[in-house]
């Protein structure tokens, strides 16, 4: 069975990257789309950017700017960076992986990452 | 078009059948997916491509498109159904996702 697992710091300063990083329990993370959506606090799902192989990566629009989303195979994880952090961030991150290579639907979810944005 | 549009809330008797919508012009050229979502928990995928549903997720979950609209049906309505649920599609370049407003469902 699929599981996604996800890690990074829970609490980021005004201003500072925030950094999450996600991987696949007994399994390699090339050769899928990974996506990452974020949800504010009582809020719905947010799409914030993917990453597949062979097209590379998307972006939401009003977060291009501040997003990085990366694949490290040496590390076999993806990791996704947000610079300039203010408390509008906060929120739950989740990553999820497609099933096949070929498609982008976020099939496996990882547990979600709480991060608080404050001083 | 990059907007999806979805009834905030909706309820439905126990047993009963319910159908949960979602609208956008994205909806023409993209199937959605939809998804569940417990509270506390991380979404569920339900429903993807054309109809099709990932192993584990009954088939009292099935979903219909006809143009721009998606509808999402749940046949015998259960107390766990209890939950807020999200339809998700490409805009009409392909490169972005985006996510329905949620409706929450209470049986």
């Known amino acids: 069975q699929v599981q996604v697992q996800q890690w990074g710091a829970g609490l980021v300063k005004p201003s500072e990257t925030l950094s999450l990083s996600c991987a696949v329990s007994?399994?390699?993370?090339?050769?899928?789309?990974w996506t990452w959506i974020r949800q504010s606090p009582g809020k719905g799902l947010e799409w914030i950017g993917e990453i597949a192989p062979g097209r590379g990566t998307n972006y939401n629009p009003s977060l291009k700017s501040r997003i990085t989303i990366s694949l490290d195979t040496s590390k076999n994880q993806v990791s996704l960076s947000l610079t300039s952090v203010t408390a509008a961030d906060t929120g739950v991150f989740y990553c999820?992986?497609?099933?096949?290579?070929?498609?982008?639907?976020?099939?496996?979810w990882g547990q979600g990452s709480l991060v608080v944005v404050s001083s | 078009s990059s907007e999806l549009t979805q009834d905030p809330a909706v309820s439905v008797a126990l047993g009963q059948t319910v159908r949960l919508t979602c609208q956008g012009d994205?909806?023409?050229?993209?199937?959605p997916s939809w998804f569940q979502q417990k509270s506390g928990q991380a979404p569920v995928l339900l429903v993807f491509g054309n109809n099709e549903r990932p192993s584990g997720i009954p088939d009292r979950f099935s979903v219909s498109n006809a143009g721009s609209t998606s509808s999402l049906t749940i046949t015998g309505a259960r107390a766990e159904d209890e939950a807020d649920y999200y339809c998700s599609s490409r805009d009409t370049t392909g490169k972005i996702v985006f996510f329905g407003g949620g409706t929450k469902l209470t049986v």
């Open positions: 994205s909806l023409r050229s993209y199937f």
């Open positions: 007994g399994g390699l993370v090339n050769g899928y789309c």
């Open positions: 999820a992986r497609s099933r096949y290579s070929f498609d982008s639907t976020a099939h496996y």
